[in-house]
């Protein structure tokens, strides 16, 4: 302890005192404010089907047909689902859709916003809606689904679904 004393005696006497903490200040300064930085990801979605992983769907039931989308309330309006032999339909929860099969028809399921007249400030709450975007190709026994970004015009996720004929 005598040495730390005569030490610190020492430095106080002479101006290197100050030159030694002041360094010292700022290395402890600039430890202190490391900040964490989280990079904004605006391709959030989650588009997945419930249930056993499989790759065939029941034509006769479709409520067993069950797929998860959800899209943060921002993005609703840059996503669009393009299904080839089926249509989604959506039971009064928005991120709960089912798929039914649709021979013949190409579908686009989009959010569009609700139209409330009672509360006129109510424009951020949107609404599920399934439309008939054309004519396809796809065999027969087979549903096509493509998840599209509008504002890259690129196609992020395909899915193929093969149909049980009993």
């Not at 959030?44 to 992983?53: H, P, Q």
């Not at 989308?69 to 080839?84: A, T």
């Not at 021979?103 to 400030?121: H, P, R, S």
């Amino acid at each position: 302890m005598n040495k730390f004393k005569k030490l610190r005696e020492k430095l106080k006497k002479s101006n290197s005192y100050l030159l030694i903490l002041f360094p010292l200040f700022l290395f402890f300064q600039i430890k202190a404010q490391q900040k964490i930085k989280f990079k904004k990801e605006n391709t959030l979605f989650v588009f997945y089907k419930t249930g056993a992983i499989s790759d065939s769907l029941m034509k006769e039931t479709f409520t067993s047909n069950i797929f998860v989308y959800i899209v943060p309330d921002s993005l609703k309006k840059r996503y669009v689902i393009n299904s080839y032999n089926g249509v989604f339909i959506s039971l009064n929860n928005d991120s709960l859709i089912y798929l039914k099969y649709s021979k013949g028809l190409q579908y686009q399921l989009i959010f569009e916003k609700a139209v409330d007249m009672i509360n006129a400030t109510s424009n951020k709450k949107f609404k599920l809606k399934s439309q008939i975007n054309g004519v396809c190709n796809t065999p027969i026994n087979q549903i096509n689904l493509e998840l599209l970004d509008l504002k890259t015009e690129q196609v992020l996720l395909t899915n193929y679904y093969y149909l049980k004929f009993n």
